[in-house]
């Protein structure tokens, strides 16, 4: 049972939008930044978001992150089928003092 | 170009103690907070432990606590996790990951991850 709660896939065509959500709480997402990571299944997690919404160099921009109070939103927009992967919020948590990650979303491109 | 190379993982019995090392290049080693991430296999993202930059703050995974120690060494550019006590829970692949910029304390830039098995 992961603290940030991700729905565990998702799924669009070649051209379309996808949303991915994480719910957390006031110790965690409220208050501190949400991180987004995007694992392609047997490679390590690659950073896609600091910050809420802060891109780093290389990532493209079809991909943007937002937060609204206890929730925030990863959106991909023209989707490819490279961006077939898991991905995973993370945010520092007030109450356990750590570090606390979504269970996931795999995303699926048909 | 930032690099973090994982090693020290592979078989060991319940009840039995690992080190786990990484060594880190391209960075300055001493100004980032390390974390420790594992993923059991088939499963989701799960943190460990982090550490400050001169080592005076550590924090840990619940299930994790009195179990294993995080520790770096900053003349050396390397970060550890030694784990008593494992159990065949703690089978997973553990990858070191140091934060986005100097004062962030949620992984920025991963290494590739060396793999424990604790099995009888």
């Known amino acids: 049972q992961s603290v940030l709660t991700q729905p565990p896939s998702a799924s669009g065509t070649p051209g379309q939008g996808v949303t991915i959500s994480c719910s957390g709480s006031?110790?965690?997402?409220?208050?501190?930044?949400v991180y987004w990571y995007q694992q392609v299944p047997g490679t390590a997690p690659k950073l896609l978001f600091y910050r809420n919404n802060q891109r780093p160099s290389g990532v493209p921009d079809r991909f943007s992150g937002s937060k609204s109070g206890t929730s925030a939103s990863l959106a991909i927009s023209g989707l490819r089928s490279e961006d077939e992967a898991d991905y995973y919020c993370a945010a520092w948590d007030d109450s356990l003092s750590g570090v606390v990650f979504g269970g996931g979303t795999k995303l699926t491109v048909l | 170009e930032v690099q973090l190379v994982e090693s020290g993982g592979g078989l060991v019995q319940p009840g039995g103690s690992l080190r786990l090392s990484c060594a880190a290049s391209g960075f300055t080693f001493s100004s980032y907070r390390i974390n420790w991430v594992r993923q059991a296999p088939g499963k989701g993202l799960e943190w460990v432990a982090n550490i400050k930059q001169d080592g005076s703050e550590k924090d840990y995974e619940d299930s994790v606590k009195g179990r294993f120690t995080i520790s770096r060494d900053n003349a050396k550019n390397s970060l550890y996790l030694q784990m008593n006590s494992l159990r065949v829970e703690d089978t997973a692949v553990y990858y070191c990951a140091r934060g986005y910029d100097s004062s962030g304390y949620l992984p920025g830039y991963w290494g590739q991850g060396t793999l424990v098995t604790v099995s009888s």
């Open positions: 006031s110790s965690n997402i409220g208050n501190n930044y």
